[in-house]
């Protein structure tokens, strides 16, 4: 299905459990409340999330920021981590930026020793010149950028950085060139970013009583479910944790047929904790 610009969708999902009675087994259709969603345009302009970009120093009415790609700043050994890079007009006049080719971004550990990126050997080719017009109190966004935490390129293009596990700060930095239709040259750097690096497998398998105290009790990022009653729990400071749900251990809640999936599950707790604690879970379901 291709969902169309500015319309508006009510969605609902169902799905097939079986229930368990005394003497039998039933199979029942459990399904959702409906959800409407809106389908917004998409817009280059950063302005919502200006806060969190980390901003550079500024001059000459320029200035340059960076964030994740990815709403969070921990990623573990064989992710791709993406960035994007902003430019803000701090003056009172239209900028004209030329981009060049950008180098690697600049990682140091926690002991300030520079880390190097890989970057695979690539035939050259000729660049055509990209221009950027900032408006005053503008900012857009002036590319993507990233590495995959690797040892070896996952692709042609990519570049590749094989980190221990820690702390690390990233930074991008940028030439803009000289020309006859920009008005803004030279060189320029974002702010600094700190990013955890943790091992490929940090999740702690747990039973159904920890993955109710956990959706209880737990500042959390991320859920994944699936329909065979797996749950896989990242909190917002990174810790993982994956098990499988057993609705016949579920305590309080086995009392209700509704809970007998693990998302009802999820979505009940959600809905009982307050907004505060529950309103930025990402919850993705097989």
């Not at 368990?20 to 345009?41: F, Y």
């Not at 060049?100 to 990126?117: A, E």
Request: hydrophobic share 35%.
């Amino acid at each position: 299905m291709i969902f169309k610009e500015g319309r508006t969708y009510r969605i609902r999902t169902a799905t097939p459990c079986q229930h368990i009675r005394p003497g039998r087994l039933e199979v029942i259709r459990l399904v959702s409340n409906p959800v409407e969603i809106t389908i917004q345009p998409f817009e280059n302009s950063p302005q919502q999330a200006e806060q969190a970009i980390h901003w550079g120093e500024q001059v000459d009415g320029l200035q340059l920021g960076l964030y994740f790609d990815l709403d969070r700043d921990y990623f573990y050994q064989g992710e791709r981590v993406g960035f994007n890079v902003y430019a803000r007009n701090t003056g009172d006049k239209t900028i004209i930026l030329q981009r060049s080719v950008f180098p690697p971004l600049t990682i140091h550990d926690s002991n300030g020793q520079r880390k190097q990126i890989f970057v695979p050997l690539r035939d050259s080719f000729p660049v055509q010149p990209v221009y950027l017009t900032i408006d005053p109190g503008q900012t857009t966004r002036v590319c993507q950028t990233g590495f995959s935490l690797a040892q070896k390129a996952d692709n042609g293009f990519a570049y590749y950085f094989n980190p221990e596990p820690g702390i690390y700060s990233v930074q991008q930095r940028f030439e803009f060139r000289e020309s006859e239709q920009a008005n803004w040259h030279g060189e320029l750097a974002t702010g600094t970013l700190t990013m955890k690096i943790l091992p490929e497998d940090t999740a702690v398998e747990i039973d159904t009583a920890e993955i109710i105290r956990i959706l209880e009790k737990e500042q959390i990022n991320s859920i994944m479910t699936t329909h065979s009653q797996s749950i896989y729990i990242i909190l917002t400071d990174g810790r993982q944790y994956k098990g499988t749900y057993v609705y016949a251990e579920a305590g309080k809640y086995a009392d209700d047929p509704n809970l007998f999936d693990i998302l009802n599950l999820v979505m009940h707790i959600q809905k009982n904790r307050s907004e505060e604690q529950s309103k930025n879970w990402q919850i993705v379901c097989e």
